[in-house]
């Protein structure tokens, strides 16, 4: 998988990819992450990618031009699967969202910063749009970062053991089960029984039920 990223501020989106897991999968050459700053397409020798909004009021724009500049250089390089504007009033991620992405090959995601970008850009270029949450961030580099993670933790030979992604919480709309390790008495809290008897169907029905349990009393809307 290959995801491109244009950005204002490519400094604010690296580090999540220098670390753990992310890393590891850039590493193995699973994923291929490119940063691009948005700033290179312009034309302006001041660099400028913004300006007022017509109509006046508060807040700069993206301009459409460098972003198409930066869209259309790519695309001329290869297709790409989706274009993903990272904004508020998209849908909301969830682990549906992240699966069906995680089977994409080329991936483009464009930040918007400052009051957004230019309804255009949105209208011609963008195919899929993304929201973190119901909040508003500064920019949409975070939000890139969080969507990057949870599509790249779902492809094949980036986790040690790929059936772990898979008994995660939201994977069946289901929570997932609590989970404890060593050791098994902490200072008088000690760990279900079951855990260590060694019965692995028994485990699983426990897993099962614990995960129901979690499920009908923290998030019942999961279960409709
Ligand atoms: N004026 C926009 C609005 O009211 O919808 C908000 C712009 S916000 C200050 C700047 C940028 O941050 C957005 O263009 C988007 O790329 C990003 N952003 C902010 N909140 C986000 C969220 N919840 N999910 C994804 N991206 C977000």
């Known amino acids: 998988m290959r995801i491109d990223i244009i950005t204002v501020l490519p400094e604010l989106l690296k580090s999540p990819f220098e670390a753990s897991i992310l890393k590891r999968a850039i590493d193995k050459g699973l994923v291929e992450i490119h940063f691009h700053n948005l700033r290179d397409y312009s034309s302006n020798r001041y660099k400028q990618v913004d300006d007022y909004q017509f109509g006046g009021g508060a807040g700069m724009v993206l301009m459409i031009e460098p972003i198409d500049k930066c869209i259309s250089k790519l695309r001329s390089q290869r297709d790409y699967d989706e274009i993903i504007y990272l904004t508020p009033d998209g849908t909301t991620l969830n682990q549906s969202i992240a699966n069906e992405l995680s089977l994409k090959q080329n991936i483009i995601m464009l930040c918007g910063h400052y009051k957004g970008v230019d309804q255009r850009v949105r209208d ?101």
């Open 124 to 224: 011609v270029f963008v195919t899929k749009e993304v929201s973190i949450g119901d909040y508003v961030l500064s920019g949409g580099e975070l939000a890139a970062a969080v969507l990057s993670d949870a599509i790249i933790r779902l492809l094949p030979g980036v986790l040690n053991d790929e059936t772990s992604a898979l008994t995660d919480t939201f994977q069946d709309d289901m929570l997932a089960p609590p989970v404890y390790t060593r050791p098994a008495d902490y200072k008088g809290n000690k760990v279900p029984e079951v855990l260590t008897s060694g019965n692995f169907g028994k485990i699983e029905k426990w897993r099962e039920q614990k995960a129901m349990e979690r499920t009908s009393k923290l998030r019942p809307d999961l279960l409709k």
